[in-house]
């Protein structure tokens, strides 16, 4: 996906009023989840997005313990200024939903096979109980 599309559609699902917002919120969410993903999936997630984000996502930074939906929340609202955690709920769901539509489902469903449970609600795809 192109750098340009991916950030419209992420500021057209997070009802953003500027492309800077858009991309603050996607730098940020793309630089946590890349450290809670390892090896070949999180190589072809970002084979699968814009260059810029690919390397974000690519960071060395690995998290010392895989964090539940709700504390992934909160860490993003304290990384982004002014944010509150339902602020930040709605910043991680419009990005992670654009990533998934990105990866497509399969790469989606391997991705959520390595984080806690619950992020599939962030992502835009819930899973069947």
């Known amino acids: ?5 991916f950030l419209e559609k992420v500021q057209d699902r997070g009802e953003y009023g500027t492309r800077e917002e858009a991309e603050r919120a996607a730098r940020t969410v793309l630089a946590l989840l890349g450290a809670h993903l390892v090896g070949e999936v999180r190589a072809e997630l970002a084979s699968r997005l814009p260059e810029t984000f690919a390397l974000i996502l690519l960071n060395p930074l690995q998290a010392a313990e895989p ?5 992934f929340v909160r860490a993003i609202s304290a990384w982004i200024e002014g944010a509150t955690e339902q602020t ?6 419009a990005v992670l939903s654009v990533t998934a539509d990105a990866a ?7 991705v959520l096979l390595q984080l806690p449970p619950g992020y599939d609600l962030l992502f835009g795809r819930p899973e069947p109980t």
């Open 1 to 5: 996906m192109r750098w340009e599309a």
């Open 67 to 71: 964090l539940p939906p709700d504390r």
């Open 88 to 93: 930040a709920t709605w910043d991680v769901s």
């Open 104 to 110: 497509g489902e399969d790469l989606t469903r391997r």
